[in-house]
């Protein structure tokens, strides 16, 4: 099993930036793929981005040239740094991991956008 814990959401204004943390209860190196989604209210969750393994990445066409994902494997940790904010990025946000052919998800931080 994966136990993830997010942190780092809050309200900023537009242009502003957060950095979103989600640490995991084992090593990530062993852990597939891991990542964040984001839900806004009355839609579904979306992708926000992924990186795997080996470092691949992959963002939502939303969040290209805006967020970038990271992982640190010392801390366990992977990161989404997120800058130029807009209000359509508030959301609540979750970290999953894919560990096994299984997910497992964070309770998720939520992060609002407005002036």
């Known amino acids: 099993q994966v136990q993830l814990v997010e942190s780092g959401g809050g309200l900023v204004q537009p242009g502003g930036s957060l950095r979103l943390s989600c640490a995991a209860s084992?090593?990530?190196?062993?852990?597939?793929?891991m990542g964040w989604y984001h839900q806004a209210p009355g839609k579904q969750r979306e992708l926000v981005a992924t990186i795997t393994s080996d470092g691949s990445t992959n963002y939502a066409d939303a969040v290209k040239g805006r967020f970038t994902i990271s992982r640190d494997n010392a801390e366990n940790t992977v990161y989404l740094q997120m800058n130029s904010l807009k209000p359509e990025d508030t959301a609540v946000y979750y970290c999953y991991a894919r560990y096994y052919g299984r997910v497992y998800w964070g309770q998720g931080t939520q992060v609002t956008v407005s002036s």
């Open positions: 084992r090593t990530i190196f062993t852990i597939n793929a």
